[in-house]
């Protein structure tokens, strides 16, 4: 598990670090005014898409479902219900786009009720239309991803979203460096989403056709597409419960100015470790499971469960407490350029400070939805999901009101913090949680030594000299230097602890890389 864990690690963090550069560069385009606040909650609608489909989330309906039919009935059958379903969600996604492409005015004004009778409205409209060639690609991209997974190749899909950052970086470096105007930037770059996802569904879609993993390729509406879809969909809306806190959280903050680009860039920081542990963790998790439920196997099924939970506590922690120690330096060096001010930047900070304690309650999401998931029930996750959803919009409305986008922010972190719980119970209630002798004896020990980092990195930023404005060079030496010792400490501190070993963790490094130990 953890050397697909890390397979998977290794693409997100790719593609999350793509990302920066490609959000940076939009900052420095469009800064935190009105264009960019419709440009990034148009895009937000993008990403909503693109995580519901994508990034594991359909697997939770579609590798419990392809797996039990390939060990019952063969390889034949599982091959023509993956074509069942990718043809299916094709015709459906194409026929979606064109509906939503005619009632985007209603959507905005849902999404962005503090956009009415502005100047904003219009521009999120045309962007988020230009945009909307991506959903047609976004599904079978998903399929396939999910296809992949199942048969547990990780690689291809773990690495195939690098395409569509890739192709954005491109064309946002070249608006760049041609001087564009904020406006005439935002509209090329929307235009450019949708290529982006056509590139990426084609890199998808050789391996997949390789193998002839969806074959006969059709429509189909049966007993069996029904059941499907009947499961998948509230599994995808329970798997992008992140991405709908950030959205209900934009919505909110619609009506401030800027406050939608400040939230926006600082969750951007927040999903590089989450996509590094809890999507990596819960695409994992649900193929492993699955196996060990269809075999009754009781050992494997509390052995995946306890490292699942050990892996979330052991990445997310840490990278809580370092993004909370380091928010401003990371957003100065990452954002502020170009049109992104420093008063920008500070506001980016706070927002990123009251967010990321959120971050151990998504990934813990993230490893305990596949229990549901590889049981075939996503409807207990699908309601942890939406009761998280009505705290942080009630909340958020109240703390927005008193406190501003920070408010929100803490908001959006209540409302993780009320999923995980409500799903903590629904587990411990069904099914129970099976936690072994190791994970229990791990797990204060991982707790400890993440708090321990934490201070010390925030003693070590006071230490070191402040490098101004005019030294980005400075800057972002120090800032490698800190998250590097940040990490040194850390692992040190589980090597200590008795955590981990060294032979293990180099075991494990040199087999995510395809080698022998």
């Known amino acids: 598990m953890i050397r697909s864990v890390l397979t998977v690690s290794s693409g997100t963090l790719a593609s999350r670090l793509l990302g920066f550069a490609r959000d940076a560069l939009i900052a420095a385009l469009m800064g935190a005014g009105p264009v960019a606040d419709?440009?990034?909650?148009?895009?937000?609608?993008?990403?909503?898409?693109?995580?519901?489909?994508?990034?594991?989330?359909?697997?939770?309906?579609?590798?419990?479902?392809?797996?039990?039919?390939?060990?019952?009935?063969?390889?034949?059958?599982?091959?023509?219900?993956?074509?069942?379903?990718?043809?299916?969600?094709?015709?459906?996604?194409?026929?979606?786009?064109?509906?939503?492409?005619?009632?985007?005015?209603?959507?905005?004004?849902?999404?962005?009720?503090?956009?009415a009778g502005s100047e904003s409205l219009r521009l999120a409209v045309t962007d988020?239309?230009?945009?909307?060639?991506?959903?047609?690609?976004?599904?079978?991209?998903?399929?396939?991803?999910?296809?992949?997974?199942?048969?547990?190749?990780?690689?291809?899909?773990?690495?195939?979203?690098?395409?569509?950052?890739?192709?954005?970086?491109?064309?946002?470096?070249?608006?760049?460096?041609?001087?564009?105007?904020?406006?005439?930037?935002?509209?090329?770059?929307?235009?450019?989403?949708?290529?982006?996802?056509?590139?990426?569904?084609?890199?998808?879609?050789?391996?997949?056709?390789?193998?002839?993993?969806?074959?006969?390729?059709?429509?189909?509406?049966?007993?069996?597409?029904r059941d499907f879809v009947r499961k998948a969909i509230p599994g995808m809306i329970a798997n992008t419960g992140p991405q709908l806190l950030i959205v209900a959280g934009a919505a909110v903050a619609s009506a401030s100015p800027s406050a939608v680009a400040w939230l926006y860039f600082a969750n951007r920081l927040v999903e590089l470790p989450l996509g590094m542990t809890g999507v990596a963790i819960g695409t994992v998790l649900v193929p492993e499971l699955s196996r060990a439920i269809n075999k009754d196997d009781t050992a494997a099924l509390a052995d995946a469960e306890s490292r699942g939970l050990e892996l979330a506590a052991g990445l997310a922690l840490p990278a809580t407490?370092?993004?909370?120690?380091?928010?401003?330096?990371?957003?100065?060096?990452?954002?502020?350029?170009?049109?992104?001010?420093?008063?920008?930047?500070?506001?980016?900070?706070?927002?990123?400070?009251?967010?990321?304690?959120?971050?151990?309650?998504?990934?813990?999401?993230?490893?305990?939805?596949?229990?549901?998931?590889?049981?075939?029930?996503?409807?207990?996750?699908?309601?942890?999901?939406?009761?998280?959803?009505?705290v942080a919009v009630v909340l958020a409305v109240v703390f927005g009101w008193m406190f501003g986008a920070g408010g929100i922010a803490v908001a959006l972190a209540f409302g993780a913090w009320s999923n995980a719980a409500s799903l903590a119970r629904s587990v411990t209630a069904t099914f129970g949680f099976s936690v072994d002798a190791e994970a229990r004896r791990r797990l204060p020990r991982i707790v400890l030594a993440a708090t321990v980092m934490g201070v010390v990195l925030w003693l070590a930023i006071r230490l070191l000299p402040a490098a101004d404005g005019e030294h980005a060079i400075l800057q972002v030496v120090q800032l490698a230097i800190l998250i590097a010792f940040g990490i040194a400490v850390y692992v040190l501190l589980l090597l200590l602890f008795q955590v981990i070993d060294r032979r293990s963790m180099w075991t494990a490094l040199m087999r995510s890389g395809g080698l022998r130990p």
Request: aromatic share 6%.
């Open 128 to 225: 988020a239309r230009l945009m909307l060639p991506y959903l047609a690609f976004a599904g079978p991209a998903a399929v396939m991803i999910g296809l992949l997974n199942a048969r547990h190749r990780f690689a291809i899909p773990a690495f195939a979203p690098l395409t569509f950052n890739t192709a954005l970086i491109l064309v946002a470096a070249v608006l760049l460096l041609s001087h564009r105007d904020s406006r005439s930037a935002a509209l090329i770059l929307a235009s450019a989403v949708g290529a982006a996802g056509l590139l990426q569904l084609t890199v998808l879609a050789i391996p997949s056709r390789r193998d002839s993993l969806a074959n006969p390729l059709r429509v189909s509406f049966d007993a069996g597409m």
């Open 321 to 390: 407490l370092g993004l909370i120690v380091l928010s401003e330096p990371i957003v100065r060096v990452l954002f502020e350029h170009g049109a992104f001010t420093a008063a920008d930047t500070h506001a980016t900070a706070l927002a990123l400070g009251c967010l990321a304690p959120g971050l151990p309650a998504y990934v813990l999401i993230k490893a305990l939805s596949p229990a549901f998931f590889a049981r075939g029930n996503t409807m207990t996750p699908l309601v942890a999901t939406l009761k998280g959803l009505a």
């Open 38 to 115: 419709a440009f990034l909650i148009a895009f937000q609608l993008i990403n909503v898409i693109r995580r519901m489909l994508g990034e594991g989330a359909l697997n939770a309906a579609l590798v419990p479902a392809w797996m039990r039919l390939r060990d019952g009935n063969g390889p034949a059958v599982a091959s023509a219900f993956a074509g069942a379903v990718l043809g299916t969600v094709s015709a459906a996604l194409i026929a979606l786009t064109v509906i939503a492409a005619v009632a985007m005015p209603l959507l905005m004004m849902v999404l962005a009720p503090g956009f």
